[in-house]
């Protein structure tokens, strides 16, 4: 019970993580909140969803088409709602990203209607036993894509040179000019591959609970943002621990306490946590010497 | 032609004029220091050159090319290299990471100058996986010109190199100065260290609120009266 508890658990956070590292590289290189990150999220699981309906069952392609649709948006929603503020107050972008969501939820409901839509039944499910454990192809699908993707950043981020151009923005944006990087050009790239991960975790949510809608980024939002909290701002592998770490806690206040309590669990827990380390699961205390 | 020259620079922050209508000229493989008090204007003088801050009036000629308000992401590339006041590493950053930030205006890694940096400084080798800001302060100062010499700039620029060292690292700093002007880089330093300064210098410009109020070779102004009144301390030795 309790394994199998973990193991949805896991599956659940590694979602969360792939939108918390998004936020916490927008958060890292501008500093500035984005706070339509969860309907790019939601924008991402539409996309997949009308691929996987309409054009072909596979979900490789579904997610694919999904992550380049939302890289876009991402661009789009720098362009519209960031750079005019530039150089702004850095709760500037909280009014013009809220309005950027409003914009793309209120979008969706016309276009797409109010009504949960579910992914069509193509996708085989395969129940495998191990054990006591019961894992589905599904979730086997997600965790193997989750865990690609974050492998995937974390690739990008420490070993190419535009991944070193990144962090060095996200530490210091004049130092990074001075040393050669194009810092609006890192601004674009940090929103397409923070965008592209939220779009793929709108397609695997979508695809784990078969309910997409369009108000399914409000919450999804929320969470990413406790998650990038949790796991230490601006830190990349703290947003990963992070994710497992809510996920987890959520599964287990479904499994012992009751399904009507588990944000108020995950949510309680995730403060004490934060009492007991502000800087988060993996954030920088502040070091000196000399 | 001089390497680099700026004609008649001014900078202001808001309403105030930091920079008023400065001129100074780098040949090749000269080693030029901008001296003055404190808010005399060199460090904006330097923001200027470097594209971090935009000036309000005047030219800035890399190579007799007109580089003025360039980003300073183009200057870095165009090849002048700003070591910033207090070393403006990437403290999150592991040592070599850092060394690999310095060559990325170049496009391209150059080893031979990665091996080259760590030659001249064993302790960047020795330290190379650790994370710049575990570095002490000497060794900060060590990685930050490293940093900039592996990108092989045109010119170098270093803001006050020697600030907030012990006397025996400020030594070390300039003995590294004295070094690059042997072989040849093409230094601009601004320095409050003003004897140490006139000591590695082929020639010298004094600011004083923001305007050139002095300029000539190193050695006759370390030996003129008003530089040591002001800037020295005291008569000649």
Do not use: C
């Amino acid at each position: 019970m309790l394994a199998q508890q973990l193991v949805n658990g896991v599956m659940l956070g590694a979602v969360y993580a792939l939108i918390a590292i998004g936020y916490t590289l927008i958060f890292g290189v501008l500093g500035m909140l984005h706070l339509a990150h969860g309907e790019v999220f939601m924008i991402g699981a539409f996309v997949g969803l009308v691929v996987a309906t309409h054009l072909s069952g596979n979900v490789m392609l579904a997610l694919a088409a999904a992550m380049l649709a939302t890289g876009l948006l991402g661009l789009l929603i720098e362009r519209v709602a960031f750079r005019p503020l530039r150089g702004a107050h850095h709760l500037a972008p909280l009014a013009t990203t809220i309005g950027a969501g409003i914009a793309l939820q209120e979008t969706a409901r016309w276009y797409f209607g109010p009504e949960q839509q579910g992914f069509p039944a193509t996708i085989t499910l395969t129940l495998w036993e191990v054990g006591p454990l019961r894992v589905s192809s599904v979730q086997v699908f997600i965790l193997a894509a989750a865990l690609a993707l974050m492998a995937a950043v974390h690739l990008f981020l420490a070993r190419t040179r535009a991944g070193r151009a990144v962090r060095a923005t996200a530490e210091d944006p004049a130092v990074a000019g001075l040393l050669g990087v194009n810092v609006e050009a890192v601004i674009l790239i940090t929103f397409f591959v923070a965008s592209t991960l939220a779009g793929a975790a709108g397609v695997l949510v979508g695809l784990a609970y078969n309910s997409v809608h369009p108000f399914i980024g409000v919450q999804m939002g929320i969470k990413g943002l406790v998650v990038m909290l949790l796991g230490g701002l601006g830190n990349v592998p703290g947003a990963m621990l992070g994710g497992v770490v809510l996920g987890v806690l959520e599964v287990l206040g479904v499994a012992y306490l009751a399904s009507s309590y588990r944000d108020a669990f995950a949510f309680g827990a995730v403060m004490v946590i934060l009492l007991w380390r502000p800087e988060g699961l993996l954030g920088l205390r502040v070091q000196r010497r000399d | 032609m001089s390497v680099l020259a700026a004609r008649d620079l001014s900078v202001s922050y808001g309403k105030i004029r930091a920079v008023k209508s400065v001129s100074f000229a780098v040949e090749r493989g000269e080693v030029v220091a901008l001296l003055g008090s404190n808010g005399a204007g060199k460090s904006t003088l330097l923001r200027a050159v470097a594209g971090s801050v935009a000036p309000e009036a005047g030219q800035v000629l890399l190579g007799g090319r007109d580089i003025t308000g360039w980003p300073a992401h183009r200057v870095a590339r165009a090849g002048i290299t700003l070591v910033p006041e207090g070393r403006g590493l990437l403290a999150r950053m592991t040592v070599w990471e850092n060394l690999l930030m310095g060559q990325y205006a170049r496009g391209a890694d150059d080893a031979h100058a990665l091996e080259a940096a760590m030659d001249r400084f064993p302790v960047l080798r020795q330290r190379r996986r650790q994370i710049a800001s575990t570095l002490s302060g000497g060794e900060q100062q060590m990685l930050a010109i490293a940093r900039a010499l592996v990108g092989r700039p045109e010119v170098l620029m270093l803001d006050e190199p020697s600030l907030g060292l012990a006397p025996r690292l400020v030594s070390a700093i300039f003995d590294v100065v004295a070094g690059l002007k042997r072989e040849g880089v093409t230094i601009v330093l601004v320095e409050q260290n003003a004897r140490k300064a006139l000591a590695v210098a082929d020639r010298a410009y004094i600011l004083e609120t923001g305007r050139v109020v002095l300029e000539g070779p190193a050695a006759e102004l370390a030996a003129g009266e008003a530089v040591q009144r002001a800037y020295l301390g005291g008569a000649p030795a």
